[in-house]
């Protein structure tokens, strides 16, 4: 299994500019969420989704969209990218409520 | 979910054995401990958890005391991979709501030659 992964691992962007993260895991989980983590930080949650067709909002979902059209998948779109969106992007995974959860590398997100 | 204190930090020389503490005083019946960790730049890494059992599997123990108002992780023979912020977490296991993981400071452990 490669678990979770996410791409691109790096993405600079211009203040305005809109783009897609990507988020894919193999392990047929139910639960997928965004994250995302600021320097000295702990991880904040974006939106979250229970299930394929399902998302609902986390701490910090302003600025972001999600959708789960399958259950492998899961984007999160900046639309338009601010200066304050700079930060580090975990995508994670789990089974079912409140189970462990299996992170991706993270994305690592400059916007000038 | 339960709030949980960590240390800020501490240091392990290699090959001893990391204890590090957590107090959940306030921790709920139904809810478990979880254990995390994140190493430099990576993604966090799920290491255990427990709700009122020590558990043990091939990364690490959890030691919870009897009134489950705080645990011990112990990375049993610690390396210099293990340098990493190990987080504390406690939540819900089960039933229908998200079961949200709500990262704190951690405890930044340093493991040293």
């Known amino acids: 299994n490669a678990g979770v992964t996410q791409t691109p691992k790096f993405q600079v962007l211009k203040t305005g500019q809109s783009m897609t993260l990507q988020c894919a895991q193999d392990m047929n989980h139910e639960y997928m969420s965004w994250y995302r983590q600021d320097p000295g930080m702990g991880l904040r949650l974006i939106h979250y989704?229970?299930?394929?067709?399902?998302?609902d909002q986390g701490e910090v979902p302003n600025g972001y969209n999600v959708s789960r059209s399958t259950t492998e998948d899961f984007p999160l779109r900046l639309l338009s990218a601010a200066p304050s969106q700079t930060s580090v992007y975990f995508c994670a995974s789990n089974s079912g409520a409140g189970s462990e959860q299996y992170f991706g590398p993270g994305t690592r997100l400059t916007v000038t | 979910d339960a709030k949980t204190t960590q240390p800020t930090s501490m240091d392990c020389a290699e090959g001893r054995a990391a204890n590090l503490p957590c107090n959940h005083s306030?921790?709920?019946?139904?809810?478990?401990v979880y254990w995390y960790r994140q190493i430099h730049s990576q993604g966090p890494q799920y290491i255990i958890h427990g709700l009122k059992n020590n558990e043990t599997n091939e990364m690490a123990s959890l030691i919870i005391t009897e009134d489950r108002k705080s645990s011990t992780l112990i990375l049993p023979h610690a390396t210099l991979r293990d340098t990493a912020v190990y987080y504390c977490?406690?939540?819900?296991?089960?039933?229908?709501?998200?079961?949200?993981?709500?990262f704190g400071q951690g405890t930044i452990l340093t493991v040293h030659p």
């Open positions: 977490i406690v939540r819900v296991r089960g039933g229908t709501s998200y079961g949200k993981l709500t």
């Open positions: 306030t921790i709920s019946g139904n809810e478990y």
């Open positions: 989704s229970v299930g394929a067709g399902i998302t």
